[in-house]
């Protein structure tokens, strides 16, 4: 059974460019690198400058664990951390 993800970011004023640059090449190299990954895509919300929204699926729980161990994601993640007002809103969601 497939896993869809939502993260909820919200980031710091003045840092939208640079957030989006970094995740930018995070997801280049989630696409690439995991085969796991069927989904992975930055959108930003209309009402709120600020917060961002990832929409992610994976074949199934051991890929997105697996996801979380890459080493793009994890340097990923320290890059984008500068940029975050907080840590982000997960919710996680069984695939139909």
Known sequence: M???VI???KILP???AEFEQIFATL???VRKDE???NFYALHKS????QLYVVLENYKDAAAFA???EYPHFREGGKKMGVCMAGAPE???LDGI
């Open 27 to 29: 997801a280049a190299a």
């Open 46 to 49: 209309k009402t709120d400058a």
């Open 66 to 68: 697996a996801h979380r």
């Open 14 to 16: 003045g840092r939208n």
């Open 7 to 9: 993260a909820k970011i």
């Open 35 to 37: 085969p796991g990954n």
């Open 2 to 4: 497939s896993l869809g």
């Open 90 to 92: 997960i919710e996680l």
